[in-house]
C-alpha cells in the first residue's frame, strides 16, 4: 500500500510540518520530549520519539497534526527498561 503522505499535495505534507514543529518544541521545552526522529527508510518505517512520561507521548501523539489529517494512520506508545541513563 502506498503511504498515505505520498497522496498529498507537497503544500499540505509542508504545512502539518510547520505545526509539528512547534508541537515537538513545546514539548521538548516542558521536558517531556527527548528525541524524536525517523528511521532511515521513513515512508516504510516511520518514526519514533521518546518521551519522559506515556502519557506525555500520547498527548503530543492526540495533537500531532500528522495525525490529526490522516498522514499518520496509526501510532503507538511502548515501554521500555532503561540500561544505560545520562547522569
Given at each position: ?59 503530543f ?21 532503561e ?5
Amino acid at each position: 500500500m502506498e503511504p498515505a503522505w505520498r497522496r498529498l499535495p507537497f503544500e499540505t505534507v509542508t504545512k502539518h510540518g510547520t505545526f509539528a514543529g512547534r508541537l515537538w518544541k513545546e514539548f521538548q521545552g516542558q521536558g517531556a520530549l527527548l528525541m524524536i526522529g525517523t528511521f532511515a527508510n521513513a515512508q516504510e518505517e516511520g518514526s519514533m520519539a521518546i518521551f519522559t512520561t506515556r502519557e506525555a507521548a500520547e498527548a503530543f501523539a492526540e495533537g500531532d497534526p500528522f495525525v490529526l489529517n490522516g498522514v499518520v494512520r496509526r501510532w503507538s506508545v511502548r515501554e521500555w527498561n532503561e540500561a544505560i541513563a545520562s547522569s
